[in-house]
């Protein structure tokens, strides 16, 4: 009987389990299939955990849109879209904040009637586009330019805005411009969004309809996915620290493991993580053996990867108000100095829903990297200070523990998700993409092997950061996944 083609995936997040799904589902048992993961757990940046006895998601969290969307077809045909209990943004407090300018002032909640400060984000990028056209090279520089081109429209009126201490009109509008600019930054995970391309972010697509989070939490998906896999087909704990190809043998590719074993393949389908690949090109020895071509390596290097955090914190009370954070400049005259640098671009904290003493707030970047080093008593402290000089009141609330995210520090992730830099493009996610070794288009001959033959799709790429139009996300994973593992089928000649 003929040998059944060896097909590794690496990675157990939601790119590599929808592949094996796929590949097991379709193919009527003609691989030998496996999973390698190098964690202890399956669903990679998928990581619904528990915190004050609430159900909480440590790393993805919104289904974003749900027209269309394949991870909420599998959320509502599973069942995993009602809970008895509730669960993180089952409704929207944010919808209520209060807004805080430094100093304690209560500001105006924004609202939607066009020509509110709330709406400052929106009428500089409308202005923008309206007046300039869309040839920012970075978000950064569009927003900054359209904010310039709003506030030249509306500053005739006056520099003054009544009780609001030392604020100057200016000052406020452009302190809530830049909270909202840091709501952008946790988006994208761009740090700097001057280093975040505006073309290709025009190309990332949104699905339409309502974004919602899932009320079984979003490892349930990912659970849904594995549950078709054979008992064993999923190994945890197997960190692969080589991948060796083109070789000469039988099986192209062989795998070394952290634990000294060896795996030969004949198809690897890597989904770790681009801060992973970023980190493996660059250590010494390198992930691959031999190194990836240049088109694959350049691709890595320019795309763009960054880290973004949740911070949890527990209160003393329910019902504390979501609050907005409008701070000062950081060079500001009349900034509190005592509070610390990575609160000061942290645009909310809320609760987690409406009756929850868990509150939430994002970080991004640097902000992002310091909150893993820092000690609970620390942040506790920093938090509370925070919330003290943003509202003018001693002492507000109680907090009684925290929790952070700890995704930039993990070597298994590296950072939590891509981005288009300046420099990079679409181009770049779909290079990610190509399997190698690279096929010739013209001559359909491996490319540098000439009539040699050579075996085809020996390492293949899926994870978020080889999705065009939908990095970042579980559905970028998800259909990067499906990708590679219909191209094996093709390749296979079976039905899919
Ligand atoms: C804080 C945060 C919030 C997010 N919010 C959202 C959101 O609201 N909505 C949304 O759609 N997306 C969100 N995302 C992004 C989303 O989680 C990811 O895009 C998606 O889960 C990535 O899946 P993946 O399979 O590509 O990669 P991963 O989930 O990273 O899977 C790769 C797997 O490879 C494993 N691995 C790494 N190195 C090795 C190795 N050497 N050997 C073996 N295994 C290895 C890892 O342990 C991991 O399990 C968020 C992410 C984070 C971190």
């Known amino acids: 009987m003929a040998k059944k083609p060896r097909i590794v995936i690496i990675g157990a997040g939601m790119a590599g389990l929808t592949a094996a799904n796929k590949l097991y589902t379709h193919s009527n048992n003609s691989f030998d299939l496996s ?54 943004c089952m409704d929207s407090t944010v919808d209520k904040a209060r807004t805080f300018a430094e100093g304690g002032f209560e500001i105006e909640p ?39 081109a709003y506030w030249a429209s509306v500053s005739k009126g006056g520099n ?88 000469k043998e039988e099986d192209p590719v062989k795998l070394h493991f952290s634990d000294g074993s060896v795996v030969f393949a004949d198809h690897v389908i890597v989904t770790v993580s681009l801060g992973v690949l970023k980190a493996g090109i660059e250590s010494d020895g390198g992930l691959f053996s031999p190194p990836l071509p240049e088109f694959k390596s350049d691709a890595i290097k320019r795309l763009g990867y960054g880290v973004v955090n949740k911070l949890f914190v527990e209160v003393s009370q329910r019902r504390f108000p979501s609050l907005q954070l409008v701070f000062e400049k950081e060079d500001s005259e009349y900034r509190f100095v005592k509070i610390p640098w990575w609160m000061r671009r942290t645009a909310t904290m809320a609760p987690i829903h409406s009756n929850s003493k868990v509150l939430l707030s994002w970080f991004a970047g640097k902000e992002a990297l310091e909150l893993e080093k820092l ?72 490319n540098g092997h000439g009539q040699a033959k050579v075996r085809e799709l020996q390492v293949m790429f899926a994870g978020e950061a080889t999705h065009r139009t939908h990095y970042s996300t579980t559905h970028g994973a998800y259909y990067s996944g499906l990708r590679e593992a219909n191209r094996l089928l093709k390749h296979y000649k079976c039905d899919f």
């Open 160 to 247: 003054g805005v009544e009780g609001c201490g030392t604020w100057s009109r200016r000052s406020l509008e452009e302190a809530i411009f830049t909270m909202f600019s840091n709501t952008q930054r946790t988006y994208t995970s761009a740090d700097d969004l001057y280093t975040l391309d505006y073309a290709a972010e025009s190309e990332y697509q949104m699905f339409p309809g309502e974004e919602i989070t899932i009320a079984k939490g979003y490892l349930s998906v990912i659970h849904h996915l594995a549950s078709v896999l054979p008992q064993g087909v999923v190994e945890l704990n197997r960190r692969v620290v080589k991948i060796e190809w083109e070789s």
């Open 375 to 446: 000690p609970d008593e620390e942040i506790i402290d920093g938090v509370l200070t925070t919330v003290s000089c943003l509202t003018g009141k001693e002492e507000v609330v109680k907090i009684t523990k925290v929790l952070t995210s700890k995704w930039g520090g993990d070597p298994l992730f590296r950072g939590s998700y891509s981005y288009v830099a300046v420099g990079s493009s679409g181009d770049d996610l779909d290079a990610m993409a190509e399997p190698l070794p690279q096929i010739n288009k013209k001559s359909g001959q491996v």
């Open 35 to 88: 999973v390698v993961e190098g964690g202890s757990r399956i669903g990679g940046r998928i990581n619904t955990s528990e915190f004050s006895s609430e159900k909480i998601e440590m790393g993805a969290t919104w289904i974003h849109g749900i027209g269309g969307s394949p991870i909420y077809k599998i959320a509502e045909e599973t069942g995993s879209l009602v809970s008895e209990e509730p669960w993180e």
């Open 110 to 148: 924004p609202n939607d009637d066009g020509g509110d400060l709330g709406q400052i984000y929106e009428i500089a990028t409308r202005f923008y586009s309206s007046v300039n056209g869309l040839n920012g090279s970075s978000v950064g520089s569009f927003l900054r330019s359209g904010f310039e």
